[in-house]
C-alpha cells in the first residue's frame, strides 16, 4: 500500500470492533494459546477485523424496510430510460413506473412526468371526497393505501407525487468501475479503523466515477462540495484533489470517521455525510432519540429534504446490491484492480516533458491522474513540484526516468500569466509557495520591502520560470520595532486583527491578553507570537486569517474543468453529494438566547445585533472584566434584528473565516487527547497550533468553560498548505 492511499494518520479508533468470516479450523487452533496469551489476543482480533463490520453498525429497521426495497428497485430494476412515480413521504406506494420512448428530450420527458402526475393527483382529490363508486383505475391508486387511510393524507398525498428516475444502468456501470479502485478503499477504511461496508457510499454519491460533477459542484468519487473538500483536500486552479480516487477516499474516511465521533452511530454519521454533523445532530437532540426510523420518519425541517431523508436507506440498498451483485445483474465482467504506481515530481515540470520522459501519450497519462487540471495538460501550468506523478505498473523504474528529465525541462517556480491576483488576507509569502517562487525573488520583482507589505493594486508581477533558477535566500525578517500595533480609541481586537492580517488568537498568545474585550489605549501589541515572553507554551498559534465583514461577497470557489469532468448530476439520489459544510456548530438563537462560539467577542456579538456591547452587558449581568468564555449561554437583545438575520449575519461570519483558514491549512488527521494537569483547552489550541474555533468543531458538546484533567478530546492535526508546498 502506497503512503499516499493510506498514510499513518491517527484517526479516532473504531467505537466497535469489525470482524470477518474466519475458519473454524483457524479459530480453533489460535483458541489455546489465547487463553494464555493477552498479545496473542490482539493478533487474532488483527487477523479477523477487515470485511464484514458486526452487526448492528449498519442497522435495517423493519421502519424502513420497505424504504430500502424502494431504492433496491431504482438501483437494479429501472434505468435511466424511465422512473416511478411514487409518494415522497410513503415509498411503498408507487403509482406508476414511467418508461420513455428513446430520443425524446429532456423537456419530452418532463412533460410526460407532468401529464401522469397530474392524472394521479386528480384521482387522489377525487377518492378523498370519499366516492362510492370507483372505476377501475380509481381503485387500484386506492387500493396502494391501507384501508384506514383518511381523506385528508389523501388529499395531501395529492401534492407529495414525486417522480425517481432509475439507475439501474448506472449502477451496473459503476459495479464494473469499482473494480478498479473497491480493494484500495477497503484497505484505506480499514487502515482507518471504519467499517469496510463504507466502501459502498462510491455507488450512492458517483456510480464510481472519479470524474463526476454534479451541477451544484460537488465533484469525484465521494463528491466533495468544494468548501468541505477544502479541509482535508488541495483545490485550487492546477489541482483539484476531489477528482484523486485515492487522496478524496483518505479525506472521505477523515470526515465520516468525524462524523461518528460527533454522532456516535453510523447511520446519523451517513446521514450527516450528506445532511451535515450539525443539522443531524439538531435533529437527534430535537427528537430525543439517535434512532435512525424515527429521525426519518417523524423529523421536520425545511432543510432535511427528500435527499437527506433517504440517504442512509439508499445506502442500505446499495451495501445490499454490492455485496451480492451477481444476484441483481448476473455475471459481471469489472475493471481489473488498478495497479498503477507513483514518483514524486522533483521539480516544475510541463506535462509534455513527463510524456515523453515515460514514453506515453498525454491521455493515458490523463487518466491516471486525475486531480490535475486541464491548465496543466494544455501546457499552461506545469505539473507542481514534489507531485506524486501515477504512471502504469510493469514500466522502468519510475524514478530513475524522473532522475533522467533534462535539465532545461525543469524549472523552480510554477508558471503563471503575468499577475497573480492576491485573495483577502493573502499574504506574499503564501503567494509565493503557491507559485513556488522564493520570497525575496516575488519581493524583488514587485519592489516591497517585506513580505507584510501588499500592493495597492492587490496584484503581484509573476517573475518568469525560466529566470528562476535557484531559490534565493529569505527576505531578512523585519526589526521587531516594526512588529508592534498602538492601540487606539474605539480598537478592538477583532478589528486591530483585520487591519494587521495577525489572528487574534496570536494576538492573544504574543501579548499575555486573557480577556480580549479588555484593551486600553495606548497599548503596545506585538504582532508575532514568537516575540511573546509571556506564551504558555513555546510553539506558535496556527495564524487564523480575520473574517472579512459580514456584507463582503465569499470568493467564489475553484471549479472542476468541464471539459475533463462529467458535468451531470451524478448521484443515485439527487442531491447526494457531501454536505456543504463540515462545521457541525449550532449558530441558532433559543429563546432569546445564544451560545458563544470560537473567535466571537462580544463586540463583534453587539455588531451582528446592531446594538452596543454595553448593553450586552447590562443584559447578562457582566462586568467589564468579564471574560467571554466559549460555550456559554448569553442573553440577546434582539429589538434591532430578527433572530433570523442575526443567525445569518454569524454563519456568514463563520463561513468566511472557515473558508479563508482552509486557503492556507488543511486538516491531515486526528487524534483523542487526555487533559493533563495544568492543560486546559487554550493551551491545547497553541500546543497543536489549531484555533480555537476548530477546536470546538471537534468538540461541539464539551463545555469549554468547566473541562477537566483526565477530560478527552479529539484534536484535529492541520497543516500549512505553503508548507506543504515547499516540503511535499
Not at 437527506?308 to 465482467?333: C, I, M, P, Q
Not at 519510475?398 to 485573495?423: F, I
Not at 525573488?441 to 533558477?469: C, E, I, Y
Request: glycine share 6%; aromatic share 8%.
Amino acid at each position: 500500500m502506497s503512503p499516499e492511499q493510506a498514510p499513518g494518520i491517527q484517526s479516532a479508533p473504531p467505537p466497535e470492533a469489525t470482524r470477518t468470516a474466519v475458519p473454524d479450523s483457524l479459530v480453533r487452533q489460535l483458541e489455546r494459546p489465547l487463553r494464555a496469551s493477552a498479545c496473542a489476543l490482539a493478533l487474532l482480533i488483527c487477523l479477523v477485523s477487515g470485511a464484514r463490520a458486526e452487526p448492528g453498525q449498519f442497522p435495517r429497521p423493519p421502519e424502513l424496510e420497505l424504504d430500502v426495497k424502494f431504492w433496491e428497485r431504482i438501483y437494479s430494476q429501472v434505468t435511466t430510460q424511465g422512473g416511478l412515480l411514487h409518494d415522497e413521504n410513503r415509498l411503498d406506494v408507487v403509482y406508476e413506473q414511467i418508461d420513455f420512448a428513446p430520443g425524446l428530450t429532456p423537456r419530452e420527458r418532463e412533460l410526460q412526468v407532468e401529464e401522469a402526475r397530474s392524472r394521479y393527483q386528480k384521482i387522489l382529490r377525487r377518492l378523498a371526497t370519499g366516492p362510492t363508486a370507483l372505476s377501475s383505475e380509481e381503485r387500484r391508486v386506492r387500493d396502494l393505501w391501507p384501508a384506514e387511510v383518511d381523506p385528508r393524507t389523501l388529499l395531501e398525498a395529492a401534492d407529495n407525487i414525486r417522480f425517481q428516475l432509475g439507475q439501474a444502468d448506472r449502477f451496473r456501470e459503476g459495479l464494473i468501475r469499482a473494480g478498479a479502485y473497491e480493494d484500495r478503499v477497503r484497505d484505506t477504511l480499514v487502515h482507518q479503523g471504519l467499517p469496510e461496508e463504507l466502501s459502498a457510499l462510491p455507488h450512492v454519491e458517483s456510480s464510481f466515477n472519479p470524474l463526476a460533477l454534479s451541477k451544484v459542484g460537488a465533484a469525484g468519487m465521494w463528491q466533495f462540495m468544494p468548501g468541505t473538500g477544502r479541509r482535508w483536500l488541495r483545490i485550487d486552479r492546477v489541482i483539484d484533489e476531489r477528482l484523486d480516487p485515492y487522496k478524496s477516499t483518505l479525506a472521505a474516511t477523515q470526515y465520516l470517521a468525524l462524523n461518528y465521533d460527533l454522532l456516535g452511530t453510523w447511520p446519523l454519521a451517513l446521514t450527516a455525510y450528506n445532511h451535515g454533523a450539525g443539522g443531524v445532530r439538531h435533529a437527534r437532540d430535537l427528537m430525543g432519540t439517535s434512532d435512525i426510523a424515527t429521525i426519518v420518519r417523524a423529523y421536520q425541517s425545511r432543510t432535511f429534504g427528500f435527499a437527506s431523508r433517504n440517504f442512509y436507506v439508499s445506502f442500505l440498498a446499495a451495501l445490499e446490491l454490492d455485496h451480492d451483485y451477481a444476484k441483481f445483474f448476473g455475471a459481471l465482467t469489472r475493471l481489473p484492480p488498478d495497479a498503477s504506481r507513483t514518483v514524486r515530481v522533483p521539480d516544475y515540470v510541463p506535462i509534455a516533458a513527463l510524456a515523453r520522459t515515460f514514453a506515453m501519450d498525454s491521455e493515458s497519462l490523463r487518466a491516471l491522474n486525475l486531480a490535475l487540471l486541464d491548465p496543466v495538460w494544455r501546457g499552461e501550468r506545469y505539473v507542481p513540484r514534489d507531485y506524486l506523478f501515477r504512471v502504469p505498473a510493469g514500466r522502468n523504474d519510475p524514478a530513475q526516468l524522473m532522475a533522467s528529465l533534462p535539465e532545461d525541462e525543469r524549472y523552480v517556480s510554477q508558471r503563471y500569466g503575468p499577475v497573480y491576483r492576491l485573495r483577502r488576507s493573502e499574504s506574499v509569502s503564501h503567494a509565493a509557495a503557491t507559485l513556488g517562487v522564493p520570497v525575496a525573488t516575488l519581493l524583488a520583482a514587485n519592489g516591497l520591502a517585506s513580505a507584510s507589505a501588499r500592493p495597492a493594486s492587490g496584484l503581484l508581477k509573476v517573475p518568469d520560470p525560466a529566470t528562476v533558477r535557484a531559490a534565493l535566500p529569505a527576505a531578512p525578517e523585519p526589526a521587531a520595532a516594526d512588529r508592534r500595533y498602538v492601540v487606539r480609541a474605539g480598537d478592538s481586537l477583532t478589528s486591530i486583527s483585520r487591519s494587521t492580517g495577525v489572528s487574534e488568537a496570536t494576538l492573544m498568545v504574543a501579548n499575555g491578553i486573557k480577556d480580549p474585550n479588555y484593551l486600553y489605549e495606548g497599548q503596545r501589541l506585538k504582532l508575532t507570537a514568537e516575540d511573546a515572553v509571556s506564551a504558555p507554551v513555546a510553539v506558535a498559534v496556527v495564524p487564523t486569517p480575520a473574517p472579512a465583514p459580514v456584507a463582503a461577497v465569499v470568493r467564489e470557489p475553484a471549479r472542476v474543468d468541464r471539459g475533463q469532468a462529467n458535468a451531470v448530476d451524478p448521484g443515485l439520489v439527487p442531491d447526494s453529494q457531501t454536505a456543504a459544510t463540515a462545521d457541525p456548530i449550532d449558530y441558532s438563537v433559543s429563546d432569546g438566547t445564544t451560545r458563544v462560539q470560537g473567535e466571537e467577542t462580544l463586540g463583534q456579538i453587539a455588531e451582528w445585533l446592531e446594538v452596543s456591547a454595553a448593553r450586552l452587558r447590562d443584559l447578562n449581568g457582566m462586568r467589564r472584566d468579564t471574560v467571554l468564555v466559549v460555550g456559554r449561554r448569553i442573553r440577546l437583545d434582539l429589538h434591532r434584528v430578527s433572530a433570523e438575520t442575526f443567525e445569518e449575519r454569524r454563519i456568514a461570519w463563520h463561513k468566511q473565516l472557515q473558508d479563508e483558514f482552509f486557503t492556507r491549512y488543511r486538516i491531515t488527521g486526528q487524534e483523542r487527547h487526555r487533559l493533563k494537569s495544568g492543560e486546559s483547552l487554550w493551551t491545547l489550541t497553541q500546543q497543536y497550533g489549531v484555533p480555537i474555533w476548530l477546536l470546538r468543531q471537534y468538540n461541539p458538546d464539551v463545555d469549554f468553560s468547566s473541562v477537566r484533567r483526565g477530560a478527552e478530546v479529539i484534536v484535529p492535526h492541520v497543516e500549512s498548505v505553503a508548507a506543504a508546498a515547499e516540503t511535499g
